[in-house]
């Protein structure tokens, strides 16, 4: 930001201090600050992007012990600097239950005890009161880190921003209400490795010289394309439309690139570069049919799509619309039992038409209803997990009125039994996984979204799986619960069961403008804790929860010739809510795999789509 604005900020005359907290003795520790920290001092220090001086005009402060120590070096920053000051902080960030503003942790500091914490009004007063640079820019990569804005708060608490001083600009990794996001394995805090993606590889076809905002609108782009957490910001004076550093994509390749800068190769709903230029070009790309893409082929190294089929889209049967298929269950040859998830409760004999779904087409349909012959659960029912046994189906139903999970005859669709729904799951109306082991000995019940007592954790939501004890047709009771953490973004929507303990389990999400996420793991129960004791997951050891084995992202899939209603990665995807592991494949290139169904559900909207797919997998 030098004297024209036709340059990124005179180096010489700026300054910069990232400050991150990693280790806790009372929180959990984020590892993965540390590497923020190095990666945006070895960005920030390089000639190619920015070019300050290490050490001298760009510090790293990990883990200050008092506020003095996290203070000062900003204080000394804040003088140094003429043109520009940059502040970084990420760590944990708590909120001061009286007053509702923010508070930025130190190593020992208490999830309960904002008195154990650094105001953020004492950073942002260090700045004010001390610099003598132009411009200013704060970014704070922290839980609850919109609360910087003063959102919510009076007027008069909003002047304690750092936005009320001129030329500044602020830039967080959260809203006032929303945590932010460390990922367990990742490199990177969520937010921090979007931003050190801008500013080390750049942006394509983007301009010279990256704006504030430029590398904004990038961070946010593959945030929001990853379901994460969205970032805020707050401009003053314009601050965000100055040059700030320079794009990568613009400029040849060195020899070799430094040790310092990473490069991470993204895959699946991830948009390369975190760039809405680069969604653009995905779109393009996978939207087109080129000459040489197939309606069918390989996924991953453990799934091939064998076909689709958008035969019941937009259909009616016997003068209903068919919409809101939520569940499926194979039964003999080629043919499944699906379940709507409204009212009247529908239950359709259909006949998939083989593997490639060639014939798809409904062949009857059942009307569930109560002993007494009523439609069951009236107007409130809401289907969404379904088990066939002998001569009954179960059907669990997630109604406004109250969950469910009842026994229906298949010869005229009455009901028999009721099984009992765990105490903890009643006020929850999200029941949306059903499956029965192979030998019928054992049957789960699984939540989509959290209990309220159990939350979210670095937006992964941490579920129930209620198990069942019994025999195929006869009593189940209860017995126990498992966790399952979803992935970032993701709900539990489905569970197959391989086995007393072993599942396939099939993860769902949609971003406005981007598209569903559809993915389907491998996942194990076998040695976990019971956790229908514990009254939150989140006061549970991570070792609850399952370990995950990707099997297939459904986005990976080649999808030449089929048509999205609405924005999609790749226009085969859609919100798939159902899921069933179907035959052993016994000839022919993919025999020893299994078939596994896959149903999305319309909601009865004009801009989703009633499909099915059927996959070849290959089971751990």
Not at 329 to 355: F, H, I, K, M, S
């Amino acid at each position: 930001m030098s004297g024209e604005g036709k340059g990124p900020p005179d180096p010489a005359q700026s300054a910069c201090v990232l400050i991150g907290v990693r280790r806790y003795s009372r929180l959990e520790p984020l590892p993965a600050v540390a590497n923020n920290c190095r990666a945006l001092h070895s960005a920030f220090t390089d000639p190619r992007v920015w070019g300050l001086a290490e050490d001298e005009r760009c510090r790293t402060v990990l883990d200050p012990r008092s506020p003095d120590e996290l203070i000062e070096p900003v204080i000394r920053a804040a003088k140094l600097a003429r043109d520009t000051l940059v502040v970084y902080y990420a760590g944990h960030g708590v909120i001061d239950p009286h007053d509702l503003t923010l508070h930025l942790t130190l190593p020992d500091s208490r999830p309960d005890g904002p008195h154990t914490a650094v105001p953020y009004e004492w950073l942002r007063r260090a700045i004010i009161e001390h610099s003598r640079a132009r411009h200013r820019i704060v970014v704070l990569d922290c839980c609850f880190s919109g609360r910087a804005f003063g959102t919510g708060m009076s007027d008069a608490a909003s002047l304690r921003t750092v936005a009320s001083v001129e030329d500044t600009y602020l830039l967080t990794s959260a809203a006032e209400n929303v945590r932010a996001l460390s990922v367990p394995g990742e490199r990177f805090t969520a937010f921090t490795g979007e931003l050190v993606d801008v500013l080390t590889n750049g942006v394509p076809d983007g301009p010279e010289l990256l704006s504030l905002d430029d590398v904004y609108r990038q961070v946010h782009d593959a945030l929001l394309a990853k379901g994460r957490p969205e970032p805020q910001r707050q401009d003053r004076n314009q601050a965000g439309a100055r040059p700030f550093v320079r794009n990568q994509a613009r400029l040849p390749a060195p020899p070799q690139p430094p040790p310092s800068f990473w490069r991470r190769r993204r895959t699946g709903l991830v948009v390369a570069a975190g760039t809405a230029l680069v969604l653009a070009s995905a779109l393009a790309l996978r939207w087109g049919a080129g000459p040489d893409q197939q309606r069918a082929g390989a996924c991953s190294p453990a799934a091939t799509l064998l076909g689709y089929s958008d035969a019941l889209d937009t259909t009616e049967h016997r003068g209903r619309d068919v919409e809101g298929l939520s569940a499926l269950a194979p039964t003999e040859g080629d043919r499944a039992l699906v379940l709507g998830d409204n009212t009247p409760a529908l239950l359709y004999e259909v006949a998939l038409g083989g593997p490639e779904l060639e014939g798809l087409e409904i062949e009857n349909v059942t009307t569930l209803v109560d002993e007494d012959g009523a439609p069951h659960q009236g107007e409130e029912f809401d289907g969404e997990g379904l088990v066939v046994e002998d001569e009954t189906v179960l059907v669990a139903s997630e109604s406004d009125a109250g969950p469910s999970l009842t026994r229906f005859r298949l010869a005229d669709g009455r009901a028999v039994a009721s099984l009992p729904v765990p105490d903890n799951f009643r006020p929850n109306v999200n029941m949306e996984s059903l499956t029965v082991t192979p030998d019928g000995g054992s049957l789960y019940l699984g939540l989509e979204t959290p209990l309220p007592v159990d939350d979210t954790y670095r937006g992964q939501n941490m579920l129930r799986v209620q198990r069942y004890t019994g025999s195929r047709g006869g009593d189940y009771q209860l017995a126990g619960q498992f966790g399952y953490q979803s992935d970032s973004g993701l709900s539990l929507v489905e569970l197959a069961a391989l086995g007393d303990e072993e599942f396939l389990a099939l993860e769902r999400g949609f971003v406005a403008g981007v598209g569903n996420t559809v993915r389907v793991y491998h996942v194990s129960f076998a040695g976990l804790t019971d956790v229908s004791g514990i009254e939150s997951l989140g006061d549970a050891p991570s070792d609850v929860f399952p370990v995950k084995t990707l099997l297939v992202d459904l986005g990976d899939c080649p999808a030449a010739d089929a048509v999205a209603k609405q924005e999609q990665i790749n226009p085969l995807l859609d919100n798939v809510e159902s899921m069933a592991l179907g035959r052993e494949v016994v000839e022919g290139e993919h025999a020893g795999r299994h078939l596994l169904h896959l149903v999305s559900d319309n909601n009865g909207s004009p801009r989703q789509t009633t499909r099915f797919y059927t996959l070849a997998v290959r089971l751990p």
